[in-house]
């Protein structure tokens, strides 16, 4: 299994950011994976932001809810993350990452890939 973050490095305040993951090896909608964003601000720890799960369901972190959209294209076995509004605070490096529910684990991650946000 594989992950690949892909999206633009450098997003302007007030913009969208648009971050896409591919996914190689299994199926984003095979039982019972939920499909992740994570993020990690510089100096701190890990944040979730959200996923998207095997049935189209989606979840967000109650921080980002309300400008944060998760979808997915399953012909192209890709899931997107989308976070709206962006501020300096959003400068991050993002991860995609499946989440095994039935071991309750991340057990595949992306590489990571470095976003900031300023003008």
């Known amino acids: 299994v594989q992950l690949q973050e892909s999206g633009p490095v450098l997003v302007k305040p007030s913009q969208t950011l648009a971050l896409t993951c591919t996914v190689s090896?299994?199926?984003?909608?095979?039982?019972?994976?939920?499909w992740t964003w994570i993020r990690q601000p510089p100096g701190k720890g890990l944040d979730w932001i959200g996923y998207?799960?095997?049935?189209?369901?989606?979840y967000y972190s109650p921080l980002v809810q309300s400008r944060t959209s998760i979808s997915r294209d399953t012909s192209k076995n890709q899931f997107t993350l989308q976070l709206n509004s962006v501020t300096p605070e959003d400068t991050a490096v993002y991860y995609c990452?499946?989440?095994?529910?039935?071991?309750?684990?991340?057990?595949?991650w992306g590489q990571g890939t470095q976003v900031t946000v300023s003008s």
């Open positions: 990452a499946r989440y095994d529910v039935a071991n309750s684990v991340v057990d595949y």
């Open positions: 090896g299994v199926s984003i909608t095979t039982n019972f994976y939920y």
């Open positions: 998207i799960d095997y049935s189209g369901s989606t």
